[in-house]
C-alpha cells in the first residue's frame, strides 16, 4: 500500500515551510513564546485551522492540523503562544462550551490574543488526574478555589489556565470533577518556578487561595469533567510533536555517524541502532499520521493516541540515549564534529521525563489494554 497526502495538502505543506522559511530563517528557529509570532498565524487563518467555519477556522481537518504543526516544530517556530489553547482548549470549548463561551473565547484563541496553562497535575494527583483534590466550593454564582497545580508549563507567561477541580467531595473521584477557565492575575492565585534537570524553567507549582471564579466560566455540566479532560487529554496525547522535535538531533547524530564511518571508526553495532532508529522514526510519524486520519475519519482515537504517544516518547529516549553514547568523552568537553554536544545532553536530560509528562507510559499501556483491545481490568 502505497501512503500519500493529497496534492492540496502537499500544496500547504509547501505554503507552511515557505514561510517558515521568510519569518523563521533558513535554520531552526530558537522556539519558546512569541504573542508577535502567533499574531502573524493568525492574520493567516492558521490558528485553528481544523475548527469548524461557523467558529472562524478554516474547517481544513486534522490532516492539515498535523501538517502544519509538524512542520511548526521541524523549524522550531516560536509557537508556545497560542499552542496549547490550539490544541486542547479550543477544541474542547467547541465540543463542549455554551454558545456564549463559544463566543467570548474561540476567536480571542484564534485571534492570539489569550494563552492558556494546564492546570491538572497536582502533588498528590499525577497520571492519576480522578485524584484531583483542588476544591471549588459554590457560593451563589461563583466557584470559590483552593488547592495547588503543579508541572504547570509556561503558566508565568499565560493568561488564563483550564482548571481542574473537585466540585463535588463526596462522589466517586471520577464523578465529581470539574473544568474551570480561570484569569491568571485573579486575587489569590500565586506562581512559582520549578526548574527541570536542564536548569530550564517552564515548569511551575500554582497556588489558589480562595480565588473566585464565575460559574459561568465552568466548561460542560458540574461534576463531568471528566468525560472531558479524557477527551481533552487524547489531543495532547496524539500530537506529533512528541516525536518530531528532537528529529533534528538524531539529523546531527546521523551526521556525526557518517563522519565516524569515513574515518573508520564507526562500529558494526552502532550502524545496527542507528538503522533501527531511523525506521522507528518513520514508524512513529506514521502512526502520529494514523491518529489524524481517524479523527479526520469522525474517530476518536483513544489507544491509537496512546499508543503514538508511548512509541515517540521512549523512541526519543532510546535515540538521545545512543546520541551520547557516541559522543563519548570527545564530545564531554568540546564540539564534536557535526553534532552539538550541549543540545544532545539538553535532549537526552528532558528525554527523561517524556515517559511522564502528559500520562506515564503504564497509564498509556493501560488505555491501550482496556479501551483499545478490550481487555478486563485486574
Keep these: 500500500m502505497r501512503f500519500q497526502f493529497s496534492e492540496q495538502q502537499q500544496q500547504f505543506r509547501g505554503e507552511v515551510r515557505g514561510f517558515l522559511a521568510e519569518e523563521v530563517g533558513p535554520g531552526r528557529g530558537n522556539g519558546g513564546v512569541d504573542q508577535a509570532f502567533s499574531k502573524k498565524l493568525a492574520a493567516r487563518g492558521w490558528i485553528g485551522i481544523a475548527w469548524p467555519k461557523e467558529y472562524g477556522g478554516r474547517g481544513l481537518g486534522p490532516v492539515e492540523q498535523m501538517i502544519y504543526t509538524e512542520e511548526m516544530i521541524l523549524a522550531n517556530a516560536p509557537r508556545g503562544y497560542h499552542f496549547t489553547a490550539e490544541r486542547q482548549v479550543g477544541p474542547s470549548l467547541i465540543r463542549h462550551g455554551t454558545e456564549a463561551q463559544k463566543r467570548e473565547w474561540v476567536p480571542r484563541i484564534m485571534s492570539a490574543d489569550v494563552s492558556f496553562a494546564l492546570g491538572l497535575s497536582e502533588p498528590g494527583a499525577g497520571s492519576d488526574l480522578a485524584a484531583a483534590s483542588t476544591r471549588a466550593e459554590r457560593n451563589g454564582d461563583e466557584y470559590v478555589v483552593t488547592g495547588q497545580k503543579i508541572w504547570t508549563s509556561n503558566a508565568h507567561l499565560s493568561d488564563a489556565i483550564w482548571l481542574v477541580v473537585r466540585t463535588d467531595q463526596a462522589a466517586p473521584k471520577h464523578r465529581g470533577i470539574s473544568c474551570l477557565m480561570v484569569d491568571l492575575d485573579s486575587p489569590g492565585i500565586t506562581i512559582r518556578p520549578l526548574f527541570d534537570l536542564t536548569g530550564g524553567h517552564h515548569f511551575n507549582e500554582v497556588f489558589f487561595d480562595e480565588v473566585h471564579v464565575p460559574v459561568d466560566r465552568r466548561v460542560g455540566e458540574e461534576n463531568a469533567g471528566w468525560y472531558i479532560l479524557a477527551e481533552h487529554l487524547d489531543f495532547e496525547r496524539s500530537g506529533i510533536e512528541r516525536l518530531v522535535d528532537l528529529e533534528f538531533v538524531f539529523s546531527e547524530l546521523m551526521a556525526l555517524a557518517r563522519e565516524k564511518a569515513k574515518a573508520g571508526t564507526l562500529s558494526p553495532a552502532l550502524r545496527h541502532q542507528l538503522a533501527e532508529l531511523a525506521l522507528e522514526l518513520e514508524v512513529g510519524r506514521l502512526l502520529c499520521y494514523r491518529v489524524s486520519w481517524l479523527q479526520a475519519s469522525g474517530k476518536v482515537p483513544t489507544a491509537e493516541a496512546s499508543t503514538a504517544k508511548i512509541f515517540g516518547t521512549e523512541w526519543s529516549q532510546r535515540m538521545t ?56 481490568r485486574s
Design 321 to 376: 540515549g545512543v546520541a551520547m553514547k557516541t559522543l563519548g568523552l570527545e564530545g564531554a568537553g568540546a564540539l564534536a564534529g557535526a553534532v552539538r554536544p550541549e543540545l544532545v545532553m539538553h535532549a537526552y536530560l528532558n528525554a527523561v521525563s517524556r515517559t511522564i509528562a502528559g500520562g506515564t507510559s503504564e497509564i498509556q499501556r493501560n488505555i491501550i489494554a482496556t479501551r483499545g483491545l478490550g481487555l478486563p
